[in-house]
């Protein structure tokens, strides 16, 4: 079975710092690129993508603050998130390229179709 599990969200005041994981199953790292996602309100936006050799990309809204990386051993991929502000509010998604193609469009990229997210909530 296809799954991927998201854990490492909570609450922080603005300005702190946490580190989301997704850990895939059903299929290997080494065959997708991953992305991370989010959906506030009905938003949803793209926020960066890692690919299975490392490549990474970056939104201009997270560019900075946040820092993608993966343990292919563990197929698990990380988003960590630094200088947190109110507006990063938001369920966070990882996705792979896997089964949501092209990897890049948003369209159903935030339905939780494969994980259930990661609430993450920064408080001013």
């Known amino acids: 079975q296809v799954q991927l599990v998201e854990s490492g969200g909570g609450s922080v005041q603005a300005g702190g710092s946490l580190k989301l994981s997704c850990t895939a199953s059903g299929f290997s790292r080494d065959d997708s690129d991953m992305a991370w996602y989010r959906r506030s309100g009905n938003e949803c936006e793209l926020l960066s993508t890692i690919?299975?050799?490392?490549?990474?990309f970056y939104a201009d809204s997270v560019k900075g603050r946040f820092t993608v990386s993966q343990n292919n051993a563990k197929n698990t991929v990380y988003l960590q998130m630094n200088s947190l502000k109110p507006e990063d509010t938001a369920v966070y998604y990882c996705?792979?390229?896997?089964?949501?193609?092209?990897?890049?469009?948003?369209?159903?990229?935030?339905?939780?179709?494969w994980g259930q997210g990661a609430q993450v909530t920064v408080s001013s």
């Open positions: 996705v792979s390229s896997y089964f949501h193609y092209p990897l890049t469009t948003t369209t159903g990229a935030c339905e939780g179709y």
């Open positions: 690919s299975s050799v490392g490549q990474t």
